[in-house]
């Protein structure tokens, strides 16, 4: 089966929960085996039980974050912006306000849009397209960077060799004045 028709199925068998609610950490703990698997990533609370199945990367990272908060290993991989709508459907709820943590910035994915009229796109991908201005400029701005190291690598390369042959041509003189 494709792994696209896998993610539309996937994002079909939504939470048992259909109550966005407050969930506490304890309870959250709770819920880190395979088969009952949920994480903490922005201090939203998703069910991620269904999603594990067809995770394209390694599933074990998944549970070894099971029952507690994902999000810096979430971030550490450097997710799409894909990654962060395929969340959606497995909201279910959120931290206490006393145990939420602070975040410099939080995605616009982390916000919860409740929704009872989602479009058929929703519907059948399980998630709202964003456009992917920032992590396009991001990848923009890295591929520059790396542009520009590569020129300076290769005129430092040219330099080398430009001196090396100077050098070689000022002890050419020294050598024939011997």
Known sequence: MPYSQQLKDASLQRPLTTDYRIYSSEEIKRHDKPDDLWMVIYNKVYNLTNFSKIHPGDVEVLFDCGGTDGTEAFEDVGHSDYA??????????????????????????????????????ERNLGCIPKPRTKRKTRRKRKLKQQQQFSVRIIILGLLAIISFTLFLYIQRFRWVSI
Do not use: C, T, V, W
Request: proline share 13%.
């Open 84 to 121: 962060y709508q395929m969340l959606r459907p497995y909201l279910i709820g959120e931290l206490p306000q006393a145990e939420q943590k602070k975040y410099e910035k939080i995605p616009e994915f982390a916000i919860p849009e409740i929704d009872s009229n989602p479009s058929k796109e």
